[in-house]
C-alpha cells in the first residue's frame, strides 16, 4: 500500500513538474477556480476592471486571450488606463485606418511599453472593428492637482474639461487604498491620494459614458485603480448604482499553489503570476 502511495505521489509530482503553469487563478476567497468559469461568471458583466502590473509579460497575455474569449460570447467594447482622453481622436483614426501606427506614435502620448504590452490589445480591437476607449485624464491636468489640489482644474478650459470628470468630484479620504498612500507619501498629505482619485474619477466617467446596452467594457488598469473594489470601482457605483461589475487582479508570489492571506478580497478574482516570469521593462 505504501509503494503504491509512493508510486501515486510520484506521478502527481512528476506530472506538476512537466506541466508547469506560470499562473494560477482564484476567487476572492483563496479558492481555485478554472479559467472556463472565469469566463461564464464575467460575461453577464456591464463592465470589467482587470487590474494589471504595467510591466507583467504573462498578464498582458491573459488580457489579450481573455479579450478575444470573451469576444467570442458576446459584444465587448475595451478600454485603458494608458490611454488619455484627449488622445481619443488620435486613437479613432488609427482603429479607422486613417493614420498608421508611426502617425498615432508621433501624436499621441503612447506609454514606453505601448507596443510590446498594449498595441497588441488595440490592434486586436482594430481588427475586429471595436471601440477602444481613452478613459484616463491628461497627466498634466492630475499633476495640477497633485500640485495644487482639485480647485486648480476650475480654470480649465471648457473644451478642456470635456476631458475630464465632470467637477466637482466625490472624494472620500477614508477610503483605505487612499488611507494606505498617504500613509506611503507622508509629506505630501491628501495630494497624492487626490491626483489619483482624479484619476480613478475621469477613467470611471469614461467607462460609464461609453457603456452600452448587452456590451461588457473591458478596462485595462493598474491593480491600485480597482484594487478592494475601490477607485474606479467606487467611482462606477456612484454613478450607477446597479451596474454589475466584475475585478481581476494581479498578484506575484513566489509559490502560485495557493493565494497568499494578504492577497484575499483584493478582486473578485486574482490571478497569481510566478515572480519569475518576464517583465517587459
Known amino acids: 500500500m505504501k509503494s503504491l502511495i509512493s508510486i501515486l505521489f510520484l506521478v502527481s509530482f512528476l506530472n506538476f513538474a512537466q506541466n508547469k503553469s506560470p499562473y494560477q487563478l482564484f476567487d476572492k476567497n483563496g479558492k481555485k477556480v478554472s479559467y472556463k468559469k472565469l469566463l461564464k461568471n ?121 476631458w475630464i470628470a465632470p467637477l466637482p468630484i466625490p472624494f472620500d479620504i477614508t477610503l483605505p487604498n487612499y488611507q494606505s498612500m498617504m500613509e506611503m507619501t507622508e509629506h505630501a498629505g491628501e495630494k497624492m491620494p487626490k491626483a489619483q482619485a482624479i484619476k480613478d474619477a475621469t477613467m470611471a466617467h469614461f467607462i460609464n459614458k461609453n457603456l452600452a446596452k448587452n456590451a461588457l467594457f473591458i478596462h485595462f488598469n493598474g491593480t491600485y485603480h480597482s484594487d478592494n473594489f475601490e477607485g474606479i470601482y467606487w467611482y462606477l457605483k456612484k454613478l450607477q448604482e446597479n451596474l454589475t461589475i466584475k475585478t481581476i487582479s494581479t498578484v506575484e508570489q513566489d509559490d502560485i499553489s495557493k493565494l497568499d492571506k494578504e492577497n484575499y478580497t483584493k478582486a473578485d478574482y486574482i490571478f497569481v503570476i510566478d515572480i519569475d516570469a518576464t517583465k517587459t521593462y
Open 42 to 162: 464575467i460575461e453577464n458583466a456591464d463592465v470589467l476592471l482587470f487590474g494589471e502590473y504595467h510591466n507583467n509579460s504573462i498578464v498582458h497575455w491573459l488580457q489579450l486571450e481573455l479579450t478575444k474569449d470573451l469576444a467570442q460570447k458576446k459584444q465587448v467594447i475595451l478600454g485603458a488606463e494608458m490611454l488619455e482622453a484627449d488622445n481619443q481622436k488620435q486613437v479613432n483614426q488609427y482603429l479607422n485606418d486613417e493614420i498608421n501606427q508611426k502617425q498615432l506614435d508621433s501624436t499621441a502620448r503612447l506609454w514606453n511599453n505601448y507596443k510590446t504590452d498594449y498595441k497588441p490589445l488595440v490592434d486586436y480591437a482594430k481588427k475586429r472593428k471595436l471601440k477602444f476607449i481613452a478613459t484616463n485624464i491628461p497627466r498634466r491636468y492630475a499633476s495640477m492637482v497633485y500640485k495644487n489640489d482639485f480647485q486648480a482644474l476650475d480654470n480649465l478650459t471648457d473644451e478642456e474639461k470635456l
